[in-house]
């Protein structure tokens, strides 16, 4: 585990749970945690997407070969992630497992949004259902940096597949949200699929002030992050300790920010 101030993580007895302020993260297989956890009110997750070529044989490749397009020097050194290599069948079972999951892990009227690409679009509607979450839509992320491709159109997107627990009643302090985001891909990544901050900030806004958020496929912590400053309390699950470890580091700091401004 990663040394940090004792004023602000606790450990728990439990090795593999830390406790940071509002934000309690799990080292972990998702499957083996979700069951254990207490009812959220949003899951907001990026989960591997298995994709990454125009034929079955590329899913095999390393992650940075398949999502990483800068040469970079930070990106060059990232570290590949696990679980993005099964084939369409083993994709889709194992998705609608662990969307089951956190399904009942979710109280009723709560919010779930997937993050996918292209490829996996439509299995990722389907898998949504298979776990048993009521399909509401999809919300595209427009990259306002991409690459051109020379008689193609520009692969510029991918998708927010959200859906709800059941009913999604309109009386839940959310307002009115937008239907597409607009946003660079981070430039100092830290890790291979990495999020913006602002896009996660605009997604979490479906969830109501004081919601609880869980993210089963934390990554380096970027749901996390937004989480704890908009005060929302925040449970990650992990299952590789080197981005645990950064989502520890990031999401302490974004507790302190948020205290310091206080």
């Not at 034929?55 to 570290?79: C, H, I, M, P, W």
């Not at 496929?217 to 749901?223: D, E, K, L, N, V």
Request: aromatic residues 12%; hydrophobic residues 35%; proline residues 6%.
């Amino acid at each position: 585990m990663i040394v940090q101030s004792a004023s602000r993580i606790v450990r728990s007895a439990y090795l593999d749970r830390v406790q940071i302020g509002i934000a309690t993260l799990y080292l972990g297989d998702c499957l083996a945690i979700l069951p254990d956890l207490q009812k959220v009110d949003a899951v907001i997750t990026d989960p591997p997407y298995s994709s990454g070529g125009a034929f079955r044989g590329d899913r095999a490749n390393d992650t940075k070969s398949k999502y990483v397009q800068s040469d970079s020097s930070n990106q060059v050194k990232l570290e590949n992630f696990s679980g993005d290599n099964r084939d369409q069948r083993g994709f889709h079972f194992w998705s609608a497992l662990w969307s089951s999951a956190a399904l009942r892990a979710t109280k009723e009227n709560g919010v779930a949004a997937f993050f996918t690409d292209w490829r996996q679009l439509p299995i990722t509607t389907d898998y949504m259902q298979a776990g048993g979450w009521v399909w509401r839509g999809i919300v595209p992320w427009v990259k306002t940096t991409y690459r051109p491709q020379m008689g193609r159109f520009a692969a510029q997107c991918e998708y927010l597949v959200w859906g709800s627990s059941g009913p999604l009643p309109t009386e839940r302090g959310v307002g009115c949200l937008r239907g597409f985001y607009e946003y660079q891909p981070p430039p100092d990544r830290e890790h291979v699929t990495q999020k913006p901050d602002g896009l996660m900030d605009d997604v979490l806004r479906v969830v109501p002030a004081d919601g609880v958020v869980l993210d089963p496929f934390m990554g380096s912590g970027t749901t996390g992050v937004s989480a704890v400053k908009s005060g929302r309390p925040f449970i990650g699950v992990e299952v590789s300790k080197h981005y645990f470890d950064i989502a520890c580091k990031r999401i302490d700091a974004a507790q302190a920010q948020g205290r310091l401004f206080e």
